[in-house]
């Protein structure tokens, strides 16, 4: 079987004879060149490979690696989106909040001695600085002294008042002596009268009628003893519950005066870190004035997310915090409790959505996270740092 296949510039013949092909290619004489290398003559049975019949079958492969390498990609993205960003709500308008507390004396006088410098950790109770307490010394010493002399004067009513009933009981005995001699002298004044002139002479008669009238006149001055002894005995227990009364008021006046001398001695009301310092030695400070401030050791996140990412979050919810100073680590927390209010509607100016155009805006509403990393004691956080947490709600 012979083929012959011709294309321009060249001629092709095939042989096929028994099984054995044989191909041969004629190509048009070319100039003679003594510098073009010969070609090789072939040998039989060789056979030369012919190109591909399908041009786009690059095309197909790389369109089916494309396809591959999309696929890997979607299902990787959609792995990781469902497995690390959808469980999560993080917001980067989130502060480090504490509860600082200002501390101010409560009596005023000039500084003393400072026993703390900035940023100093203190503990609770620890003295921070002296007021000059002289003024108060001699307060509570006046103080005691009054106290003194009121309990003296209660004693003195109380002794006043044993007096006096005493002497009550001495008229009472009195009025009994004088109600015995005028009883005494009425019976006289019966018996003479009974008699009359037959025994007895006018004068006796006359006698015995003014002793038994003077009698009942001793009787009812007697009686009057008693009632101003009794009255006297009542005003000496007015006296004694005024002195009572006096007696406590200088008592509270001295713990008032021992009240204030100690309160010259300000002290840490917590633990914490000594901040806004600005009280020095020697300087007359007043009643209330802020001296200083105390950061507590205990603090905790503040994160204002949107309101479209509170569906699902809930109080208990592990979080995952970053510091914007310690960008390497994370602390952990969990949600403490979310604000039953957006920020704005606890703002000095709340917006008043009624009035004017209206266009909504999403909300911010603070969610307070707690610590838990108790490692997080040894690292510098206070109130206003910021940070980023990461809740986990899913």
């Known amino acids: 079987?012979?083929?012959?296949?011709?294309?321009?510039?060249?001629?092709?013949?095939?042989?096929?004879?028994?099984?054995?092909?044989?191909?041969?290619?004629?190509?048009?004489?070319?100039?003679?060149?003594?510098h073009a290398p010969q070609e090789a003559p072939k040998r039989d049975g060789e056979r030369k490979v012919a190109p591909?019949?399908?041009?786009?079958?690059?095309?197909?492969?790389?369109?089916?690696?494309?396809?591959?390498?999309?696929l890997v990609v979607v299902v990787a993205a959609g792995t990781c989106y469902?497995?690390?960003?959808?469980?999560?709500?993080?917001?980067?308008?989130?502060?480090?909040?504490?509860?600082?507390?200002?501390?101010?004396?409560?009596?005023?006088?000039?500084?003393?001695?400072?026993?703390?410098?900035?940023?100093?950790?203190?503990?609770?109770?620890?003295?921070?600085?002296?007021?000059?307490?002289?003024?108060?010394?001699?307060?509570?010493?006046?103080?005691?002294?009054?106290?003194?002399a009121a309990r003296s004067r209660f004693d003195q009513a109380n002794a006043q008042f044993t007096v006096d009933q005493a002497k009550v009981g001495q008229e009472k005995a009195n009025v009994t002596v004088a109600e015995a001699v005028a009883k005494q002298a009425a019976a006289d004044d019966k018996r003479y009268q009974a008699v009359g002139n037959f025994a007895v002479s006018?004068?006796?008669l006359d006698l015995a009628a003014m002793q038994a009238h003077s009698a009942d006149a001793q009787v009812d001055a007697a009686r009057n003893k008693e009632l101003a002894a009794e009255a006297q005995a009542t005003l000496d227990k007015s006296s004694i519950q005024t002195a009572a009364a006096e007696v406590q008021n200088n008592e509270a006046a001295v713990r008032q005066a021992e009240l204030d001398l100690s309160y010259t001695q300000v002290k840490a009301p917590e633990a914490g870190y000594v901040t806004h310092r600005t009280v020095e030695t020697g300087a007359y400070v007043q009643t209330g004035q802020a001296l200083l401030a105390i950061v507590p050791r205990q603090v905790w996140v503040v994160a204002n997310f949107k309101e479209t990412q509170l569906t699902h979050m809930r109080a208990g919810q592990p979080v995952k915090v970053t510091v914007d100073a310690y960008p390497q680590i994370k602390f952990t927390g969990h949600v403490d409790s979310i604000q039953h209010g957006s920020g704005p509607s606890f703002s000095l100016l709340p917006p008043e959505n009624a009035s004017g155009n209206f266009v909504k805006v999403v909300q911010r509403v603070p969610v307070k996270i707690v610590m838990d990393d108790t490692a997080a004691a040894n690292f510098v956080l206070g109130p206003g740092m910021s940070v980023q947490p990461e809740v986990r709600v899913k």
């Open 1 to 34: 079987m012979n083929t012959t296949t011709r294309e321009p510039g060249k001629e092709r013949s095939m042989n096929s004879n028994d099984g054995n092909d044989a191909m041969t290619t004629q190509s048009p004489p070319r100039a003679a060149n003594h």
């Open 52 to 70: 591909s019949a399908d041009p786009n079958l690059p095309k197909t492969r790389l369109r089916m690696v494309l396809l591959v390498v999309t």
């Open 82 to 148: 469902f497995r690390f960003i959808a469980p999560y709500e993080s917001t980067d308008d989130a502060f480090i909040e504490a509860h600082v507390t200002p501390v101010a004396p409560q009596v005023a006088g000039r500084v003393a001695q400072l026993f703390v410098q900035d940023n100093q950790e203190v503990i609770q109770g620890g003295l921070l600085l002296q007021i000059d307490a002289r003024d108060y010394q001699a307060k509570l010493d006046q103080e005691r002294a009054g106290l003194a």
């Open 202 to 204: 006018q004068s006796q």
